[in-house]
């Protein structure tokens, strides 16, 4: 079982950086990959970055990081525009711990989400 917090969301102005942060709650000795997701009302829930246990990451305009001693993983946006509000998701994936997935259905365990706001 691993239980995911998000957080670091914020109303920002167009242009502006935020890094959102996960951060994990896991036995010890636990593996996974991350994957952050997000998602507008209404709409399909959008892949955006994925990491595996060992620093494998999909590359993006957004730059995914982690410390597993800090059982935390990072999402760096920069020059951020209005079509990124949404809330953000992080999810991990037990079973391929090893690997990336940018399908949301193939992650067992999800946080609660923060929100991103950009604004003028």
Do not use: H
């Not at 399908?103 to 604004?119: D, E, F, I, L, R």
Request: hydrophobic share 35%.
């Amino acid at each position: 079982q691993v239980q995911l917090v998000e957080s670091g969301g914020r109303l920002v102005q167009p242009g502006d950086s935020l890094r959102l942060s996960c951060t994990a709650s896991a036995p010890t000795g636990t593996k996974y990959s991350v994957g952050w997701f997000r998602q507008v009302p209404g709409k399909e829930r959008e892949f955006v970055a994925a990491i595996s246990w060992g620093g494998t990451s999909v590359l993006g305009r957004s730059t995914i990081s982690r410390d597993n001693a800090k059982n935390t993983v990072w999402l760096q946006m920069d020059n951020l525009e209005p079509e990124d509000t949404a809330v953000y998701y992080c999810a991990a994936d037990v079973l391929r711990w090893d690997t990336t997935n940018n399908n949301a259905p193939g992650y067992a365990y999800w946080g609660q989400g923060t929100q991103v706001t950009v604004s003028s």
